[in-house]
Structures are given as structure tokens and as C-alpha cells.
């Protein structure tokens, strides 16, 4: 069965309602998923290293960085081997800041550059995700799922 991890940083609770409905569409289609938040659950890096699919979620905090609560988790990527792994990046941003949903890029680009297979969609969602945000969030996990099977590590 295909094993699938969703982290994520809510500050407002926006980017808990886009994971819970990535969760509601897993967890409909039969995945072993595992949820974890970067506020509350102890994150180990390693842990990645345990699924066919990773979804990281992030807010943006002031000027579009990475949000204080994934700080650690993102400096800790440095030392796991993620060459072909298949992680996504989404999250919620305003587009009141200067750049909408940084952190998401920030967080998407170092993957890329530490080798992982990431989903060409870089989920973003204006603040609080509305009837056609959780369509696009489906769209986005049935996106990555598909994925699953291209990837070149065994896991």
C-alpha cells in the first residue's frame, strides 16, 4: 500500500483546512497516511525516508519566509538523502504581502535543489480555501499520487 505524509504549519489554521482536505481525499481513496504539524508532533527528517509520498504545507510568515514552527525541519533536510524522493509543497498565503506564498517556493525550490522528485504544482491558496480552493487541493494530491509509480527509489 502506498505509504503518504502530510507536515504542515498553520498559524491561522488556513493551511490545516487544505491539508484536511487532502487527508478527507487520501483517506477516501485508501492510503496509509500519516498527518503531523509542525506546531504540536516532533518531526524527524528521517521520517521521510518511510514514505512514497510527502506533502509539505507551510503559511508564509512576514515577508514570505519559511514560518518559525518549520525552521528546524527545513534546515535538517541537509542531511537525509532525498534524491528521487516525491515530495509536494502547498500552503495559504495573502496576497496583501509583497510576494504571495513565498515559503511554499522557498520550500519547493530546496527540494529541487537537494535532488527530490517534487509535483510540478506548488499548491497556493488566497487565506482561507473556499469551494473551488478544495477542488484544486483534490486536483493537486490526485496530481502527486499519480505520481507515485515514477519514481526511482523502491521504497
Known sequence: MNKVLILYASSTGNTEMIADTMVSYLE????????KSF???TIDVEELLDFNLVLIGTHSADDGQIPFEAEHFYDELDNIDLKDRLIGVFGSGESFY????E???IMGDRLVHLGAK???TRLKVE???DKKDKLRCEAFVKE????????VKPY
Request: proline share 6%.
Open 103 to 105: 515559503s511554499i517556493e
Open 98 to 101: 509583497d510576494v504571495f506564498c
Open 28 to 35: 477516501s481513496h485508501r492510503y496509509d497516511l500519516v498527518t
Open 118 to 120: 517534487v509535483v510540478p
Open 39 to 41: 506546531e504540536f508532533d
Open 127 to 129: 487565506l482561507e480555501p
Open 144 to 151: 502527486a499520487c499519480a505520481m507515485i509509480g515514477e519514481t
